[in-house]
């Protein structure tokens, strides 16, 4: 028949182990969160960026996340990228590499982190450790100390905005030895 003892050892060893089981609701929230959160990576990402069925730029990176949460979706690069533009008719206008990049897919914006470097067809060179891409405005901008060195000049400024192939460009509180020609006094 039913047995005490045995209904009693049964309920105090569920008592101990339910006991035994206990969630840090802080800890479930956060696996919660990245369950929600879907984000894809890619190794040895290529890009291709067009417009009107022209190639504009193309993006490689050796490794890209992509996080696709519903509220704000971005790409991570955290190792290295390189962006090559394009002119009309398909020559290399400018280069830019960055040792990591954030690509805002809502406000079309990348951010570029540390070593950033940019050349244009010009072999003018940019040095920065931030640039910002606005795909929308189609230039590049940064509020951190540039560098820019062309054949007469290393300047280095506050801030400064460039187009994409950054043939034109402007810089704040610039500061540097200029070389003029000699032929300049006739």
Request: glycine content about 4%; aromatic content about 12%; proline content about 2%.
């Amino acid at each position: 028949m039913f047995n005490v003892r045995y209904f009693i050892f049964l309920f105090a060893s569920c008592s101990l182990f339910l006991g035994a089981c206990e969630n840090d609701l802080s800890k479930v929230k956060q696996i919660e969160l990245k369950q929600k959160e879907e984000v894809e990576t890619t190794i040895g990402a290529q890009i291709i960026y067009s417009d009107s069925a022209r190639v504009k730029a193309k993006l490689t990176t050796p490794l890209l996340i992509n996080h696709k949460s519903l509220k704000d979706p971005y790409y991570e690069m955290p190792k290295g990228i390189t962006v090559i533009f394009y002119d009309d008719s398909l020559h290399q206008s400018s280069k830019v590499t960055a040792d990591s990049a954030i690509r805002k897919v809502n406000q079309k914006i990348v951010e570029l982190h540390r070593n950033v470097v940019a050349t244009n067809a010009r072999g003018q060179t940019f040095k920065s450790e931030e640039l910002i891409w606005d795909e929308n405005l189609k230039k590049f901008y940064s509020n951190r100390v540039v560098t820019i060195t062309t054949d007469k000049a290393t300047i280095s400024g506050t801030s400064f905005w460039a187009n994409e192939d950054f043939s034109y460009y402007e810089i704040k509180q610039g500061a540097g030895p200029i070389k003029f020609n000699d032929d300049l006094s006739q």
